[in-house]
Nanobody, 117 residues
C-alpha cells in the first residue's frame, strides 16, 4: 500500500479556484490508478475524478466535467486536482485514493474545501 497525504484545501468564493495535491509515499506510485473523491456533510462519498497510471486516461463525474482537471507526476509521486469555477455545492472533504486491481485500497485523510456564495 501507499500512504497518501492531501493538501491545498481552503475557503474560497464561488467562481474561484483551488488546486489540491496528494503526496504518496513508496516506490510503486506509478503502479496505481489514482482517484479523487469527496464527501459533503450528510452525504455519501462520491467519485470526482480518476487518472490512469500513465496519465493516458482520465475520468470525471458529470458534476465536475469541464471545471476540474486531474493530473499526476509519477516522478514526484503526486496527483493533483485543479478545480476552477467552484460552486457552493463543491463544498466537501476531498480525499485522494490509490487503486490497485479492482478496488481503492489506500486513502488519504482528506482536505476540507469550502466554497462561499
Amino acid at each position: 500500500q501507499v500512504q497518501l497525504v492531501e493538501s491545498g484545501g481552503g475557503l474560497v468564493q464561488a467562481g474561484g479556484s483551488l488546486r489540491l495535491s496528494c503526496a504518496a509515499s513508496g516506490r510503486t506510485f506509478s503502479s496505481y490508478y489514482m482517484g479523487w473523491f469527496r464527501q459533503a456533510p450528510g452525504k455519501e462519498r462520491e467519485f470526482v475524478a480518476g487518472i490512469s497510471r500513465t496519465t493516458a486516461s482520465t475520468s470525471y463525474a458529470d458534476s465536475v466535467k469541464g471545471r476540474f482537471t486531474i493530473s499526476r507526476d509519477n516522478a514526484k509521486n503526486s496527483v493533483f486536482l485543479q478545480m476552477n469555477s467552484l460552486k457552493p455545492e463543491d463544498t466537501a472533504v476531498y480525499f485522494c485514493a490509490a487503486r490497485l486491481g479492482g478496488s481503492y485500497n489506500s486513502w488519504g485523510q482528506g482536505t476540507q474545501v469550502t466554497i462561499s456564495s
